[in-house]
């Protein structure tokens, strides 16, 4: 079947860090891989997506790139900033699923100054 | 440009009541999906509809059903309420079936059995 598999959080970092979420994947076919993001009071939203293997999604600063071989979507950004504290969620879509996503749990990062 | 809504934010019902939520799509959105979300969970699908037909359904009981208006609008209605189906549900509209993943979402109903 399809899942989802986050790394578990909360990921605590001052603010300028490093920033990886780490995300694998198991489906049958060649879907198409996203990152929401649900900041404190708002519905989520979508921050980048990837449709085929080696694609590159940005947004705001932060990529993930599809990676088939390892079945990964890791989400990275170089300086995490106050305002980037949210909760990330990995998601995914079956090939020609269309709009019906399949979650991982989350993870939640906080970002101090 | 309005974006998705839904109604009521919270709300609370005993065990085998019978609940609908509510849900107006973003303009010019013709598709419209339902998640739930259970605390500390990502959330899961329960069903789309398109053009007013339902177009594809997640791992749920016929309990949850639901409806899409001409203008594009949702519910979603469950009966036999379980202490389980307590959880946020999520609207979200897309502007159209070929808009893979690319979801609006709502800021979520959420659902209090008791």
């Known amino acids: 079947g399809n899942s989802v598999t986050q790394m578990e959080g909360p990921v605590t970092l001052s603010e300028e860090a490093f920033l990886t979420i780490n995300c694998t994947y198991t489906a049958t076919g060649y879907p198409s891989l996203f990152w929401y993001v649900q900041y404190p009071g708002e519905g989520l939203q979508l921050l980048l997506k990837?449709?085929?293997?080696?694609d590159k999604g940005s947004n705001k600063g932060f990529e993930a790139t599809y990676r088939k071989e390892t079945t990964s979507f890791h989400l990275e950004k170089g300086s995490v900033q106050v305002s980037d504290s949210a909760v990330y969620f990995c998601a995914l879509t079956p090939f020609q699923a269309g709009t019906a996503l399949i979650f991982g749990k989350g993870t939640t990062l906080s970002v101090s100054s | 440009e309005t974006g998705v809504t839904q109604s009521p934010t919270h709300l609370i019902k005993t065990r085998g009541q019978q609940v609908t939520l509510r849900c107006s799509s973003q303009?010019?959105?013709?598709?419209v999906s339902w998640y739930q979300q259970a605390l500390g969970q990502g959330p899961q699908f329960i069903f789309q509809y398109y053009r007013e037909e339902e177009n594809g359904r997640g791992n749920f009981p016929p309990r949850f059903s639901g409806l899409q208006f001409p203008n594009y609008s949702s519910e979603l209605n469950v009966n036999a309420l379980e202490l389980d189906d307590s959880a946020l549900y999520l609207c979200a509209s897309s502007l159209s079936l070929g808009s893979t993943g690319e979801l609006f979402f709502g800021e979520g109903s959420r659902l209090t059995v008791l």
């Open positions: 303009s010019g959105h013709n598709t």
């Open positions: 990837a449709t085929k293997a080696d």
